[in-house]
T-cell receptor, first 113, second 117 residues
Framework: DQQVKQNSPSLSVQEGRISILNCDYTNSMFDYFLWYKKYPAEGPTFLISISSIKDKNEDGRFTVFLNKSAKHLSLHIVPSQPGDSAVYFCAASRQTGANNLFFGTGTRLTVIP | GAVVSQHPSRVICKSGTSVKIECRSLDFQATTMFWYRQFPKQSLMLMATSNEGSKATYEQGVEKDKFLINHASLTLSTLTVTSAHPEDSSFYIC?????????????FGPGTRLTVT
C-alpha cells in the first residue's frame, strides 16, 4: 500500500527553466513532508521540508508547496541547473506519532545543459 | 550536514552465509537509527527502527530473526542478514536521527549494495 506516490518516474528540463516535481499522499494523518535528493549509489540527502501548518516553504532555488485539501505537494526548482540532475524522493511523516518516513518511488530529474 | 557512514559499500556473498552491515554517525550521537531497503525503481521501505540500548522495532513483514539489528552505542548500529538468499539482494540504507538534527530530519548513509549468489 503506497501511501506516498510520485506518478512521474522521470522529468527532463532545460537548464535555466523551472522543474516541478509532484507528490501525492493518501494518509490524512501525515503532517510533515520532506524532499530528498539522491545520486546513484548514495543515500538520500535532505533538501527541504514543510509542516502542514504552512502551504509554502522556500530555500534558495527550492520551494515546496503543500495543498492539504488535495493531499498534494510539489517541489519547484528555479532556475534548474545540470547539477540538480538526480532522483528526488518525497517523504511524509506524522509529527506526533511514529518515526517512520514514508517515501514515494522517486522522480528522476534530468537537467539538460 | 551530519555525516553517516556505512560499511561495506558493496558486498557479494554466497547463499546461506551471513553478512553484517555497519552504520555509523560520525559527528553526532544518534539516539535513533533506521534501516531501509530499496529494490530497483522502487521507494525506500523502512525495515526497522532501533533506539540505542533497546530492541529494534520491526515493520510488518520483516523477519526479525533474519535481519538482526543491534544498536549498541549512540554512534553505531549494525544489520546482520542471516542465512542470506538471492532474494535478499538489495540496496540497504541506514539513517540516523539524533541531537544534531531536527526532530524529523534523518541523515542517510550512502547505502550498501548486497548481492547474494
Amino acid at each position: 500500500d503506497q501511501q506516498v506516490k510520485q506518478n512521474s518516474p522521470s522529468l527532463s528540463v532545460q537548464e535555466g527553466r523551472i522543474s516541478i516535481l509532484n507528490c501525492d499522499y493518501t494518509n490524512s494523518m501525515f503532517d510533515y513532508f520532506l524532499w530528498y535528493k539522491k545520486y546513484p549509489a548514495e543515500g538520500p540527502t535532505f533538501l527541504i521540508s514543510i509542516s502542514s501548518i504552512k502551504d509554502k516553504n522556500e530555500d534558495g532555488r527550492f520551494t515546496v508547496f503543500l495543498n492539504k485539501s488535495a493531499k498534494h505537494l510539489s517541489l519547484h526548482i528555479v532556475p534548474s541547473q545540470p547539477g540538480d540532475s538526480a532522483v528526488y524522493f518525497c517523504a511524509a511523516s506524522r509529527q506526533t506519532g511514529a518515526n517512520n518516513l514514508f517515501f514515494g518511488t522517486g522522480t528522476r530529474l534530468t537537467v539538460i545543459p | 550536514g551530519a555525516v553517516v557512514s556505512q560499511h561495506p559499500s558493496r558486498v557479494i556473498c554466497k547463499s546461506g552465509t551471513s553478512v553484517k552491515i555497519e552504520c555509523r554517525s560520525l559527528d553526532f550521537q544518534a539516539t535513533t537509527m533506521f534501516w531501509y531497503r530499496q529494490f530497483p525503481k522502487q521507494s525506500l521501505m523502512l525495515m526497522a527502527t532501533s533506539n540505542e540500548g533497546s530492541k529494534a522495532t520491526y515493520e510488518q513483514g520483516v523477519e526479525k530473526d533474519k535481519f538482526l539489528i543491534n544498536h549498541a552505542s549512540l554512534t553505531l548500529s549494525t544489520l546482520t542478514v542471516t542465512s542470506a538468499h538471492p532474494e535478499d539482494s538489495s540496496f540497504y540504507i541506514c539513517s540516523a536521527r539524533g541531537v544534531r538534527g531536527s526532530s524529523y530530519e534523518q541523515y542517510f548513509g550512502p547505502g550498501t549494495r548486497l548481492t547474494v549468489t
